[in-house]
């Protein structure tokens, strides 16, 4: 019974902070044309796909506009400042809870930075929509919404101490479910009823489709068998429950995110630059055009590339592996070892860059063959964090059950 009401006040907790972080998006800032801004971003690939991920946070320019963004962009920019900064490096593997909490703080730092910034780029960016647009309102409007980067981080944190599930990826699952049922009633607008039956259906098969392709991503392991000394004489049953789990995906859905995000950036200057000839280049890699579908599969790859590498180090697996006496059946400690994981490593993380690519493509393909123009946009990426935060957060209510109830027999 202890249990079952944790668990309910986490998740009470974890609904109450949601339904915060919903509400201040569509707290306005004043003294915008809403509805002039609205028809630009629906023209604009990039904006537009922001404004996916902040709940339609930019169309109308809430205080919580800038949403997660970021905090998870911070997040990633230490990530890597900490693989060139050795004292940092040091401060994340040796110092304990001590060094995650000097990271975390360096972390919310960098948001507050990153969201002036952000905010800066909005305010001026908006100036066409502004009716009295001057150095207060710019004043205003970069308070407001850095203000709301930073509740909306103190939500995540929250979220992920208090609650269930990750925080970051909540809102942003949260936000994206937000926009489903004006999408979808945009594509049903676009059809006759006659369709209807036979769209819905492909709109089923779809999402079932890009569910399994997704589950086996993220299912999806190489185990690596690891045997010690003492275990020798059991090799046969410790071949069976012995071994290190590498997923097929390290980087989970990011990846995806931020090349989605950047393959609209040269469809984005193409369109505000005035050099013909660099435009005509950039007008290769817009969408439909020979450049795309490389350009895309290529950014995949670099980025899920990228977050194994901050994710998995061979190198610090390697070591665990020799202070606990434990060893890879034919592979000496070592360099070997070292190698050994690389070469595992980086095979896993180019079939799973594959398989995110087909999950991108797979909206285009259906277009091809069903001339069904609105499942191009229907969002592949948006299925994909949806399905993944999903599974993520049941593994964590499944696990703290299992905790429970284990300390509760002990």
């Not at 490096?89 to 001590?98: C, H, S, T």
Request: charged letters at 10%; hydrophobic letters at 45%.
């Amino acid at each position: 019974m202890k249990t079952n009401n944790a668990l309910l006040n986490k998740i009470s907790i974890t609904l109450g902070i949601l339904v915060l972080a919903r509400i201040g998006i569509f707290i306005p800032v004043i003294g915008i044309d809403h509805e002039s801004l609205n028809n630009t971003i629906q023209q604009n690939g990039l904006i537009n796909f922001l404004n996916i991920f902040s709940g339609g946070g930019f169309s109308t320019i809430g205080i919580f506009a800038l949403g997660i963004v970021p905090y998870i962009n911070s997040s990633i920019i230490m990530q890597l400042i900490i693989k060139i900064i050795p004292d940092l490096e040091n401060l994340q593997k040796n110092e304990g809870e001590i060094g995650r909490q000097k990271i975390n703080q360096i972390t919310r730092y960098l948001t507050l930075i990153w969201g002036l910034i952000q905010s800066t780029s909005i305010a001026i960016w908006i100036k066409p929509y502004v009716f009295n647009w001057n150095n207060i309102f710019i004043l205003d409007c970069i308070i407001a919404l850095t203000t709301g980067s930073i509740i909306t981080m103190w939500f995540s944190e929250i979220i992920s101490e208090y609650g269930i599930g990750n925080g970051a990826s909540l809102l942003i699952f949260q936000n994206i479910v937000s926009s489903i049922p004006k999408n979808f009633q945009d594509y049903i607008k676009n059809f006759n009823n006659e369709y209807l039956i036979i769209y819905i259906c492909c709109i089923s098969i779809f999402c079932v489709s890009i569910l399994i392709i997704n589950i086996l991503i993220q299912e999806g392991k190489r185990k690596i068998t690891i045997l010690s000394t003492k275990q020798l004489s059991t090799i046969q049953q410790i071949r069976s429950q012995s071994y290190i789990p590498l997923k097929l995906n390290q980087g989970g859905v990011m990846p995806i995110v931020f090349a989605s995000a950047a393959i609209t950036l040269p469809t984005y200057l193409y369109n505000i630059l005035n050099n013909t000839q660099l435009a005509n280049i950039l007008y290769l890699f817009a969408q439909d055009q020979i450049l795309y579908l490389p350009l895309y599969l290529a950014l995949i790859i670099v980025f899920n590339y990228l977050y194994t590498s901050i994710i998995l180090n061979p190198e610090d697996i390697s070591t665990n592996l020799k202070k606990m006496g434990v060893s890879i059946p034919n592979i000496r400690p070592g360099s070997e070892t070292v190698n050994y994981l690389k070469r595992i490593i980086s095979r896993l993380t180019f079939v799973g860059s594959l398989f995110l690519f087909s999950i991108a493509l797979l909206p285009t393909l259906i277009y091809y063959i069903f001339k069904l123009n609105t499942l191009k946009g229907l969002g592949a990426t948006s299925l994909l964090i949806l399905v993944g935060v999903a599974i993520d957060t049941a593994k964590q209510i499944q696990t703290y059950i299992i905790s429970q109830q284990y300390d509760n027999m002990m």
